[in-house]
């Protein structure tokens, strides 16, 4: 990879095509199981199938708490930057328009989050098993089903693989979102802290050397580190069960 796909990727990335797959599917000669063993084949096969509905379900899921969340913070945003632009008392300066400017930055992200959650909800070719499969009497019925079932789930695991995809990009958007919040959070908290607010900061960094210089520091340094060893102990100990 580039390095100008690299940067390009830590700000906007780009959902990678999935490889082509050729699917063949199984037959029953492909079977090569005992008559004692198709019991135990069979609950694996619905097991299988069930994994398969389950990650299904939770992308779904979790594609719904995105829409739904982040939607509601957009539409926040978006009221507080329309009141800041229509607002003639706020004067044009580094934190307003710092403050637009990111603004900018996370809504996108945030519409690229929603975005991709609604392409994870989007109806796709999805394959099960129908009434006639299940009624229409074979030669080697139990092992027909079992090849059936296991033929539609490894179908529907291309499906689930292309939502699990739209599921990472929408992830990989959010993240930057939080980040560019976060950013947007600290600069304006030091823009108020040095600029706006009457600090005394010679008080400030005399307080804070006569906390170094207390007796008691020692002994709160100490206890810190003992906390530190004992928390460390327990998840070496947590790790190696």
């Known amino acids: 990879m580039s390095k100008i796909k690299k940067f390009r990727e830590l700000f906007w990335p780009l959902l990678e095509p999935l490889n082509q797959v050729d699917f063949k599917p199984i037959h029953i000669d492909d079977l090569v199981i005992e008559e004692n063993d198709l019991d135990l084949c069979w609950d694996l096969t619905l097991r299988y199938y069930d994994s398969e509905e389950d990650r299904r379900n939770s992308i779904e899921t979790k594609s719904t708490i995105f829409i739904s969340a982040i939607g509601f913070v ?14 003639s008392n706020i004067k044009a300066g580094f934190l307003t328009s710092f403050s637009i400017l990111m603004w900018v930055f996370i809504v996108v992200y945030f519409c690229r989050t929603v975005w991709f959650s609604i392409r994870a909800l989007e109806r796709q070719g999805y394959h099960r098993i129908g009434y006639k499969d299940i009624t229409t009497g074979r030669e080697n019925y139990r092992k027909m089903l079992i090849t059936e079932v296991i033929n539609e789930t490894r179908k529907n695991s291309l499906t689930i693989n292309l939502k699990v995809d739209n599921m990472v990009m929408a992830q990989e958007y959010f993240k930057r979102g939080v980040v560019a919040a976060v950013i947007y959070s600290i600069v304006v908290g030091i823009y108020g802290f ?48």
Do not use: G
């Open 74 to 87: 957009i539409a926040i945003l978006l009221s507080m930057a329309t009141d800041l632009l229509l607002n």
């Open 194 to 241: 040095i600029f706006k607010a009457n600090w005394d900061y010679i008080e400030i960094i005399n307080s804070i050397l006569r906390v170094f210089s207390a007796k008691w520091f020692p002994l709160l340094n100490m206890a810190c580190l003992m906390i530190i060893i004992v928390i460390f102990f327990q998840l070496r100990m947590r790790s190696k069960r």
